[in-house]
């Protein structure tokens, strides 16, 4: 089997190397089993991208987050409401009435770096009441502007 004799008659004509022909062989059909799988198996993942001319314009809007923005000016803080500027006791009255009219209730926060989070704060707890499900905070850069 593994050893062979060389032919020799004596004690010392046994030779300890390895067979190649079983393993040629296991490594054969090792190579015809790749060879079958690799095309079978998936590449990349599924994925279906909504189409731009299916989305209408209401769709969009009741989809879209609320932006809510909050910028300081030398000495005054400005609150945006989706385009519109408001106060600091309007920012509630408005998210609420932007909200009811969404089927998705999200609210986006961006705010500038040097407000007092306190502001910030006030914010997300009008945004709560409101009845926003995810609020989140839009951070510098994530818009694509540098400052």
Same mark, same amino acid.
């Given at each position: ?46 994925? #279906?991208?909504?189409?731009? #001319?299916? &989305? ?35 920012? #509630? ?19 500038? &770096? ?14 709560? &009441?409101?009845? &926003? ?8 850069? #994530? ?5």
């Amino acid at each position: 089997m593994a050893f062979s004799t060389n032919g020799t008659t004596g004690g010392d004509g046994l030779s300890s190397e390895i067979n190649m022909t079983p393993l040629i062989d296991v490594l054969l059909v090792m190579l015809i089993i790749f060879m079958v799988i690799v095309p079978v198996m998936p590449r990349g993942l599924e994925s #279906a991208l909504p189409s731009v #001319a299916s &989305a209408g314009p209401t769709e969009e809007a009741a989809d879209r987050p609320v932006l809510v923005q909050v910028d300081l000016d030398q000495t005054t803080v400005r609150y945006i409401v989706d385009g519109v500027s408001t106060n600091s006791t309007g920012v #509630a009255a408005r998210l609420l009435e932007l909200l009811s009219q969404r089927s998705v209730r999200r609210v986006l926060v961006k705010a500038d &770096a040097k407000l007092d989070f306190g502001v910030v704060a006030g914010v997300i707890d009008a945004s709560k &009441a409101a009845g &926003a499900d995810n609020i989140g905070l839009v951070t510098p850069g #994530a818009d694509g502007q540098s400052r």
